[in-house]
């Protein structure tokens, strides 16, 4: 295979039907307008080709396509059941001990009444102190801020699972 052939997964990907073509990207994230402006660019040359369309889309969701993608995220330290991509996601809770998991669902309970929404950390990769230390920083921030860090957010975490789509063999 050289260097320019189209990934295995991503091939796989622009030859899907529409509709699981669309289930596949509300796996990646909840929010149906980033799905469908990333459904209509297919097919995708290349995996940068699919993040560009990817980041267009993340910097152009209205408050109410952000608040979609949002409500497809269990809080940090609470994975759904048999959900294992979170599970992956937020491994760095899974070991902590209990008083960390206690304070840490106070510090999401807090964001959300000053927020609206769940605390949204691309946890991938990060330890629980990280993210508890995360949510008490991000608490002090205006809504207007808080919005911006959650799209930049949202759009790592989002970059993480399309590698895991179009890289899978």
Known sequence: MTSTATPPGLARFNALEEQAAHTALLEVCASTAWGR?????RPYADPDALYAV????MAALTEAD???????HP??????????????????????????????????????DKF?????ICATGRTAEEMRDAVR???GNPPEKERE??????GKINRIRLTRLVEED
């Not at 940090?76 to 669902?105: C, F, K, N, V, W």
């Not at 609206?116 to 949204?120: A, I, S, T, W």
């Open 54 to 57: 990817s980041d267009a889309a």
């Open 37 to 41: 402006r990333l459904l209509a660019a």
């Open 149 to 154: 860090i959650v799209r930049t957010e949202l």
């Open 137 to 139: 920083e991000r608490l």
């Open 75 to 112: 809080p940090i330290g609470r994975p759904r059941p048999g959900d294992p991509t979170s599970a992956r996601e937020q491994r760095g809770m899974a070991g902590a001990p209990d008083g960390l998991r206690a304070e840490m669902l106070e510090l999401n309970l807090a964001y959300q």
């Open 116 to 120: 609206g929404h769940v605390f949204l």
């Open 66 to 72: 952000l608040a979609e993608a949002m409500a497809g």
